[in-house]
């Protein structure tokens, strides 16, 4: 890789934490905060074949195990698409005449991430926009990862029956589910039902490991908000 790119790569960075500064730096190409159990951000993903990258909007749990099960692969996963609807592939050389636009798409397609705390509502109504895209409508798998995050999130604000609707939810929408697609990420629906189930008789435990993730010290370098009801 040239210097220049080096260079370009660097002040890119900078400008994406300029103008989003909400965000800090997790990675030279991942700007992360960190919003009561979940991590969220941009990434900018490096596209090989044009030398240049796609902006992302991402959302990590912080409920896992530990950090590195957390970040290991993200509960939502949005490509920024432009004003004509297409998803951005802006080449290093030419950051400049694209990044205006790039941060007006993203104010209006994920404002979460420039709100200082983040309403539930708002969360939700992004996430249940997801369950429109095509991949998601004929994927089980991915819809079961969506209503995760729906789950997890309103566990951790604490208001049981929306922690109950959300579970009469995810029992009235999986009876169209495709279990054979489901099965090979998750295992048994049942077992998976059960495990969401038991999490929500056991918040405490929850409440303590995403505390214990935050305390990791690349964790605790992240600008931190609260999801609100």
């Given at each position: ?7 370009i790569k660097k002040k890119i960075a900078e400008e994406w934490l300029s103008f989003v ?191 214990v993730n935050k305390q990791d010290k690349k964790i605790l370098q992240l600008k931190s ?5």
């Amino acid at each position: 890789m040239s210097e220049n790119i080096k260079e370009i790569k660097k002040k890119i960075a900078e400008e994406w934490l300029s103008f989003v500064p909400q965000l800090s730096a997790f990675a030279q190409n991942k700007f992360y905060k960190v919003v009561g159990c979940l991590i969220i951000g941009v990434e900018v993903v490096n596209i090989p074949n044009i030398e240049g990258y796609k902006p992302h909007f991402v959302v990590y749990p912080l409920w896992k195990d530990d950090v590195k099960k957390c970040l290991d692969a993200p509960s939502l996963y949005l490509c920024l698409e432009n004003k004509k609807g297409l998803e951005f592939s802006i080449p290093y050389l030419k950051h400049t005449a694209y990044f205006n636009e790039a941060i007006e798409c993203l104010k209006k397609q994920v404002p979460i991430l420039f709100a200082e705390n983040v309403p539930l509502k708002s969360l939700f109504d992004l996430v249940d926009s997801r369950f429109n895209d095509i991949l998601v409508k004929s994927n089980s798998a991915q819809q079961a990862k969506l209503f995760e995050l729906k789950f997890y999130s309103v566990l951790y604000t604490g208001n049981q029956s929306q922690v109950q609707g959300v579970l009469n939810q995810v029992q009235q929408v999986s009876k169209n589910w495709n279990m054979q697609m489901f099965e090979m990420w998750y295992g048994k629906f049942e077992m998976w039902l059960q495990v969401l189930q038991g999490k929500a008789s056991s918040r405490e435990d929850f409440l303590k490991q995403i505390e214990v993730n935050k305390q990791d010290k690349k964790i605790l370098q992240l600008k931190s908000s609260e999801l609100t009801t």
